[in-house]
């Protein structure tokens, strides 16, 4: 049973600081491409940051500079540090693995609400 599961939203005042971790089952999670996503409400889903297997990050420009995407092989479990946060950055966060090997072989968490509000 592949389970990837999401941790650290929460109320957060702007300019404050959260952790994001998501924790993974049932992957080889070294080859897995790991990402985040956020849909705010009215919005589409999009992406936030995503690190590949082999190291690789790109971030969505409205996050650059501030959020970090990391991942540590070793607890299989893929984190988003989040800097100087805006009340914009308000949306569910969704975790994401990608195999990239085999189609359809892509898997999500259930997400966790992060709100940036005075």
């Known amino acids: 049973q592949v389970q990837l599961v999401e941790s650290g939203g929460g109320l957060v005042q702007p300019g404050g600081s959260l952790r994001l971790s998501c924790t993974t089952s049932g992957i080889i999670f070294s080859i897995f491409d790991m990402g985040w996503y956020r849909q705010a409400p009215g919005k589409q889903r999009e992406l936030v940051a995503v690190?590949?297997?082999?190291?690789?990050?790109n971030y969505a420009d409205s996050v650059t500079g501030r959020f970090t995407i990391s991942r540590d092989n070793a607890k299989n479990t893929a984190y988003l540090q989040m800097n100087t946060l805006k009340p914009e950055d308000t949306a569910v966060y969704y975790c994401?693995?990608?195999?990239?090997?085999?189609?359809?072989?892509?898997?999500w968490g259930k997400g966790t609400l992060v709100t940036v509000s005075s």
């Open positions: 994401n693995a990608d195999s990239r090997l085999v189609a359809g072989m892509v898997y």
């Open positions: 690190i590949g297997s082999a190291g690789g990050i």
